[in-house]
């Protein structure tokens, strides 16, 4: 509930802490699409680690074309 406050009120670090949690599937259910829309949100505050994140996770979880080419735009604004 700490990471949903903090995140919602513009913690990055929360909503990446927060979108683990929802891919790990221990202390919340599994949810893929509230843990990319987390990484997604923070990704536009400007976290890079978000981004870098948000890339993994499409190339790890939604394994598609869109997804892959959507995943090096991801990578690529966390290195720039």
Same mark, same amino acid.
């Not at 790990?24 to 259910?29: A, F, N, Y």
């Given at each position: 509930? +700490?990471? %949903?406050?903090?995140?919602?009120? $513009?913690? @990055?670090?929360? =909503?990446?802490?927060? *979108?683990?949690?929802? !891919?790990? $599937?221990?202390? /919340?259910?599994?949810?893929?699409?509230?843990? &990319?829309?987390? !990484?997604?949100?923070? =990704? @536009? %505050? &400007?976290?890079?680690?978000?981004? *870098?994140?948000?890339?993994? !996770?499409? #190339?790890? +979880?939604? %394994?598609?074309? &869109? *997804?892959? /080419?959507?995943? #090096?735009?991801?990578?690529?604004? *966390?290195?720039?």
């Amino acid at each position: 509930e +700490y990471y %949903r406050t903090a995140c919602r009120n $513009g913690s @990055n670090e929360a =909503c990446i802490n927060l *979108a683990a949690d929802y !891919l790990d $599937g221990q202390r /919340v259910s599994f949810d893929l699409d509230i843990a &990319e829309g987390l !990484l997604e949100q923070a =990704c @536009n %505050r &400007e976290s890079l680690t978000a981004c *870098a994140n948000l890339g993994s !996770l499409l #190339v790890d +979880y939604r %394994r598609t074309p &869109e *997804a892959q /080419v959507a995943a #090096v735009s991801h990578y690529r604004k *966390a290195c720039d």
